[in-house]
């Protein structure tokens, strides 16, 4: 089955505390890409990856790392997470022609 | 720049049929997507429109106007279940970069 996997789901942790979000997918794109989602302001990049070894910062990087080592995977990496990073985020992966797919989303509470 | 505008909000009686636009200014355009999400799920691909005029998909349709900088998503038959934010998002030239509006929350009342 052609999919998105996030993890984790959920996540609670403080502040200043390192963690990595995971993002995987299973079709083969060239394209993936993460995103925030907040109440009143909707989806926003954080940053984009448009091939293995390349990315690019979308519109809110500040706070943000991630690596595409390889196509698959496309981790998101909060080296020192902060209140104003509490968020639901979203992975997606695909191209135009095919359309994008979006990972289930991870709900993140920094305390 | 990149600016995508859709209602923050709409109403509309179960049976009836609504129209949610969106208008966008961008750097480039290749195409726009139109996604449903359920409150805490994932969007969910609803239409994609690169060329000029409507993509009609069981009760849902989707129109484009390249030269207005224009779409609209038509529902029809409205459902209870249709109750949803619908998300207009703009691809650009020549990339794969996909960018959202703020979306539109619709509500169906019985």
């Known amino acids: 089955e052609a999919q998105v996997t996030q993890n984790p789901r959920y996540l609670i942790t403080v502040t200043g505390k390192k963690l990595t979000v995971t993002c995987s997918q299973n079709?083969?794109?060239?394209?993936m890409s993460w995103y925030r989602q907040d109440p009143g302001l909707g989806l926003r990049q954080i940053y984009y990856?448009?091939?293995?070894?390349?990315?690019d910062k979308g519109d809110v990087p500040e706070g943000y790392k991630v690596s595409r080592k390889e196509k698959r995977n496309f981790p998101l990496i909060l080296e020192s997470p902060s209140p104003n990073q509490t968020s639901l985020y979203f992975c997606?992966?695909?191209?135009?022609?095919?359309?994008?797919?979006f990972g289930s989303g991870t709900r993140l509470t920094v305390v | 720049g990149q600016n995508i505008d859709q209602p923050t909000e709409m109403t509309a009686t179960e049976g009836a049929i609504v129209q949610i636009n969106c208008t966008y200014q961008?750097?480039?355009?290749?195409?726009l997507f139109w996604y449903q999400q359920h409150a805490g799920e994932a969007p969910t691909f609803l239409s994609y429109?690169?060329?000029?005029g409507l993509e009609e998909k069981g009760r849902f349709s989707s129109f484009l106007s390249r030269s207005k900088g224009y779409s609209y998503l038509l529902l029809k038959e409205l459902q209870m279940k249709d109750s949803a934010s619908y998300l207009c998002?703009?691809?650009?030239?020549?990339?794969?970069?996909?960018?959202f509006g703020t979306g539109t929350r619709l509500q169906v009342f019985p």
């Open positions: 997606a992966s695909g191209g135009a022609g095919g359309g994008y797919t």
């Open positions: 079709m083969n794109h060239e394209y």
């Open positions: 990856s448009m091939n293995v070894e390349v990315t």
């Open positions: 961008t750097s480039g355009f290749n195409g």
């Open positions: 429109n690169v060329l000029d």
């Open positions: 998002a703009v691809t650009l030239d020549n990339t794969d970069k996909l960018i």
